[in-house]
């Protein structure tokens, strides 16, 4: 099945490769920093139809992507030293922070030691409940379902769908269909109960992929321990926080923050906003982030840094280092800050 809006999304970024566009309109968009995104690192092959592989590049590219960018003249630092880098206005070398979200095993195993190679810090985000399995990776079992399954049925208040699945391109809009269903019109605790009826009809184990693809308590505290890793916060739920009440909200950030020292002994300043984008965090989500005391917030907005978010650290973007788009010529042109404003309708600030 053809992604159409990944296509677009190659095309541009190799317009502005090509065209020689880039190297004039950097000077203007470069920025001061820029922070990027992981979720996993492996040499693990995708699902035959690659739903998540956007989540996934190989231990090698991320290598290549580090010389990349130390070649180009960033810094690489702390989540710490980036956000006292924007107070202090931003004078100096350019910078790169690098981030993780979820807390997958592999950023121990296999995005560790490259980091290491290159004395790169990480910051990890971790959501309590997805670590102790009381949270699905409900993205994966999906698309364990989609794969297994010809036919699915998804009963629904408004009645039973029956949704083929049994072409590459009905597995696509079926995968499509029971995602926005669930992001858009199953409350947030009530995710759980849908995927599991789902997996339980399809034979799948829900619990598989969080199992065999996050880490334990015990291997994060082998992370948190490390002098290259900080550990954040990522709710305890990993819920769409925009979905959620004021109180709701409040609670699943300092909880989080609260278990994460309990179990890993660490004082998490840092938060990243789960899943980060526009009908996920806002102008609200930002200021409860604020209020409960953490000293960046991250979200998953296309851009790179500028001395202004300095007066924005609750509201930060990144750049997503993304299994569909691992060409070190992608990164290059996205850490100079070229696709900032094509991404975000003209706008080089980004924040919310």
Known sequence: MIDRGELIRKLALNVVRFSGLGA?????????????????????????????????????????????????????????????????????????????????????????????????PITIYVAPNLIEGKVDLWWDVLEDIVTRR?????????????????????????????????????????????????????????????????????????????????????????????RLTDEQVAQEMTDSARVLNVELGVNARHFAFPYGYASAVGPREVEIARQAGFATAVTTRHGVLYPEHASHPHALPRISINGRYQQVSHVRTMVRGLTTAMSNRGKALVTV
């Open 24 to 120: 004039v309109a950097s000077r203007f968009t470069l920025g001061c920093g820029a922070i990027l995104m992981l979720h996993r690192v492996t040499d693990d092959p995708p699902m035959p139809f690659g739903f998540n592989r956007h989540l996934a590049i190989t231990p090698q590219f991320l290598d290549a992507v580090l010389c990349e960018t130390r070649a180009l003249g960033f810094r690489f630092v702390t989540m710490c030293e980036a956000i006292d880098r924007l107070a202090s206005g931003a004078t100096g070398e350019r910078f790169i922070t690098i981030t993780a979200d979820d807390g997958y095993r592999d950023n121990l195993t296999a995005a560790l030691p490259t980091l290491e190679k290159h004395g790169a």
């Open 150 to 242: 010809d036919m699915i049925y998804l009963d629904t208040p408004r009645g039973r769908l029956s949704i083929e699945s049994a072409t590459p391109g009905d597995k696509f809009r079926a995968n499509t269909v029971i995602h926005n269903y669930l992001t858009t019109e199953v409350p947030e605790h009530a995710q759980r109960k849908v995927i599991r009826e789902l997996a339980a009809s399809a034979g799948v184990d829900p619990a598989r992929p969080g199992r065999e693809t996050l880490m334990t308590w015990d291997e994060l505290r082998r992370c948190a321990a490390h002098p290259l890793v900080t550990i954040g916060a990522h709710t305890m739920n990993h819920f769409n926080l925009a």
